[in-house]
């Protein structure tokens, strides 16, 4: 029956969500603190990227209905078909050139729709075959990141703020995009789309979401864009026009790009125990370079805790902060033990029994929750179900993320706009979300309480 539902919806074009809304979470100053790498590459960077080493004469192993399958958003998204994706995305971005073009992109992307803090993770890789090994991959990505943070400062430090002209091409494209996204997604959002809400009576999910897409464009009266933009181009300054966006990035690899970056370093659930050892010891060398803390991530159907478990506890040891993805699957034993080592974040927790989840909301360990990736990887049945919903409604820590903005066409924007009007935030919730975003980072006591500054006033300029 849900699946005839779902199969309903996908033929519905209307979404949950209104442009203005979108714009109004545009506008919000946004952590993100659960970016894959190489999840969030552009569609069009890997057909360039593909279509490079095939014109230098590569034969590299991926066919045309591979290519396909990674840069059509329309396509399949089940949890087992994104791992395929993923290996399909590897086999093409092998060079340290990719991986720098990609963070470089990554950062900018997110950088443009106003996150103030990115924590981008990635798994190290070590490819002899193309010269590269798990020190230079991460010494590529820094690469990357670095030239976008210095891009981003020239281009605050000479831009002018963008005309009324630009705002409204910016907005078209967006809306283009908007059009271009996966048709499940367009679905999903139909479930609780308002027109439909009202006509499933009985459905408060559905109601409460119809209330939220009507209710919040009047509620939110956030600056004009131009004036954010001002303050993010440096001509406003500081408490400038319209209170803009002041620079937040003094601190390791911002130095006055508006974003501050850190990393994460992945295991991924292939690797054994000395394979995620060595990636430890590597985030503790880069440590300097904005390396805060590691990842568990990976097919949620491989491998086993008791081979990750030493050498996550000996990242700790080493004053890393560790996130797991858990959950994402049933998977009650091992959910159980990672609850256990009470790691300082979690990723997902979808699937979990009453008894896992009541030690979830005992542990208070915040959690990064992914709307549109857990909506089409199927984890969830749809956005008004999503567990966002209880644990935000019962004070449990959590952030909204992307996950893999570019295999599932999303932004952080958009999943903002998606919880408010899925859930029914009203703006003070959505302002209340982005603040304690800022507590749940592993970013150094100092940078956080720049980035409240930032945000604080950020904030006060979209009331
Ligand atoms: C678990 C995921 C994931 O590391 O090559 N990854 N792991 N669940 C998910 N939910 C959809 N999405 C991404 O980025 C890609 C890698 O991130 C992990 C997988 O290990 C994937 O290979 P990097 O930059």
């Given at each position: 029956?849900?699946?005839?539902?779902?199969?309903?919806?996908?033929?519905?074009p209307?979404?949950?969500?209104?442009?203005?809304?979108?714009?109004?979470?545009?506008?919000?100053?946004?952590?993100?603190?659960?970016?894959h790498?190489?999840?969030?590459?552009r569609p069009?960077?890997?057909k360039?990227?593909?279509?490079?080493?095939?014109?230098?004469?590569?034969?590299?192993?991926?066919?045309?209905q591979?290519?396909?399958?990674?840069?059509?958003?329309?396509?399949d998204?089940?949890?087992?078909?994104?791992?395929r994706?993923?290996?399909?995305?590897?086999?093409i971005t092998?060079?340290?050139?990719?991986?720098s073009r990609i963070?470089?992109?990554?950062?900018?992307?997110?950088?443009?729709?106003?996150?103030?803090?990115?924590?981008?993770?990635t798994?190290?890789?070590?490819?002899?075959?193309?010269?590269?090994?798990?020190?230079?991959?991460?010494?590529?990505?820094?690469?990357?990141?670095?030239?976008?943070?210095?891009q981003?400062?020239?281009?605050?430090?000479?831009?002018?703020?963008?005309?009324?002209?630009?705002?409204?091409?910016?907005?078209?494209?967006?809306?283009?995009?908007e059009?271009?996204?996966?048709s499940?997604?367009?679905?999903?959002?139909?479930?609780?789309?308002p027109?439909?809400a009202?006509?499933v009576?009985?459905?408060s999910?559905a109601?409460?979401?119809?209330?939220?897409?009507?209710?919040y464009?009047?509620?939110c009266?956030?600056?004009?864009?131009?004036?954010?933009?001002?303050?993010?181009?440096?001509?406003?300054g500081?408490?400038?026009?319209?209170?803009?966006?002041?620079d937040?990035?003094?601190?390791?690899?911002g130095?006055?790009?508006g974003?501050?970056?850190?990393?994460?370093?992945?295991?991924d659930?292939?690797?054994?125990?000395?394979?995620?050892?060595?990636t430890?010891?590597?985030a503790t060398?880069?440590?300097?370079?904005?390396?805060?803390?590691?990842?568990l991530?990976?097919?949620?159907?491989?491998?086993?805790?008791?081979?990750?478990?030493?050498?996550?506890?000996?990242?700790?040891?080493?004053g890393?902060?560790i996130t797991l993805?858990a959950?994402?699957?049933?998977?009650?034993?091992?959910t159980?033990?990672?609850?256990?080592?009470?790691p300082?974040?979690?990723?997902?927790?979808?699937?979990?029994?009453?008894?896992?989840g009541?030690?979830?909301?005992?542990?208070?360990?915040p959690?990064?929750?992914?709307l549109?990736?857990?909506?089409l990887?199927?984890?969830?049945?749809?956005?008004?179900?999503?567990?966002?919903?209880?644990?935000?409604?019962?004070?449990?820590?959590?952030v909204?993320?992307?996950?893999d903005?570019?295999?599932?066409?999303?932004?952080l924007?958009?999943?903002?706009?998606?919880?408010?009007?899925?859930?029914?935030?009203?703006?003070?919730?959505?302002h209340?979300?982005?603040r304690?975003?800022?507590?749940y980072?592993?970013?150094s006591?100092?940078e956080?309480?720049?980035?409240?500054?930032?945000?604080?006033?950020?904030?006060?300029?979209?009331?």
């Amino acid at each position: 029956n849900q699946a005839a539902q779902r199969q309903l919806n996908c033929a519905q074009p209307q979404q949950l969500y209104s442009a203005e809304l979108l714009r109004a979470c545009q506008l919000l100053p946004k952590v993100e603190l659960h970016a894959h790498l190489n999840g969030c590459v552009r569609p069009q960077t890997i057909k360039e990227i593909l279509e490079e080493r095939f014109r230098a004469g590569e034969a590299l192993a991926v066919t045309e209905q591979q290519l396909k399958e990674v840069t059509v958003t329309a396509s399949d998204r089940s949890l087992g078909k994104c791992f395929r994706l993923f290996d399909i995305i590897h086999a093409i971005t092998t060079t340290h050139a990719a991986i720098s073009r990609i963070a470089c992109e990554v950062v900018r992307d997110f950088a443009a729709d106003r996150t103030v803090y990115l924590e981008l993770r990635t798994t190290p890789k070590s490819r002899p075959e193309y010269g590269m090994t798990k020190e230079s991959y991460i010494e590529a990505v820094l690469q990357g990141v670095e030239q976008a943070l210095e891009q981003l400062r020239q281009q605050r430090s000479t831009q002018p703020p963008p005309q009324p002209q630009q705002q409204q091409q910016e907005q078209e494209s967006m809306e283009k995009q908007e059009a271009a996204m996966p048709s499940a997604q367009k679905g999903a959002l139909a479930t609780a789309s308002p027109a439909e809400a009202a006509s499933v009576p009985g459905t408060s999910a559905a109601a409460a979401a119809a209330a939220a897409a009507s209710s919040y464009t009047s509620a939110c009266c956030c600056p004009s864009a131009a004036s954010i933009e001002e303050g993010l181009n440096g001509s406003g300054g500081e408490g400038g026009p319209g209170g803009c966006l002041p620079d937040v990035s003094e601190g390791q690899l911002g130095g006055g790009a508006g974003i501050l970056v850190k990393l994460l370093l992945s295991i991924d659930r292939r690797e054994d125990s000395r394979s995620a050892m060595e990636t430890v010891e590597l985030a503790t060398r880069y440590r300097h370079r904005g390396v805060v803390g590691i990842d568990l991530s990976g097919n949620p159907s491989v491998g086993s805790w008791e081979v990750w478990q030493p050498p996550l506890a000996a990242a700790r040891a080493a004053g890393l902060s560790i996130t797991l993805h858990a959950g994402e699957v049933v998977a009650p034993r091992e959910t159980a033990a990672m609850l256990a080592f009470r790691p300082d974040r979690l990723g997902h927790c979808c699937c979990l029994d009453s008894e896992l989840g009541e030690q979830l909301r005992a542990s208070a360990i915040p959690l990064e929750l992914c709307l549109t990736s857990n909506l089409l990887t199927e984890s969830v049945p749809s956005y008004p179900e999503h567990h966002f919903a209880e644990l935000h409604a019962a004070g449990h820590p959590v952030v909204l993320c992307t996950d893999d903005s570019g295999v599932f066409g999303t932004t952080l924007s958009r999943e903002y706009a998606i919880a408010a009007a899925a859930f029914n935030l009203p703006v003070a919730a959505l302002h209340q979300l982005v603040r304690k975003s800022v507590e749940y980072t592993f970013a150094s006591e100092e940078e956080k309480q720049r980035l409240r500054d930032v945000v604080e006033r950020a904030l006060a300029a979209c009331i």
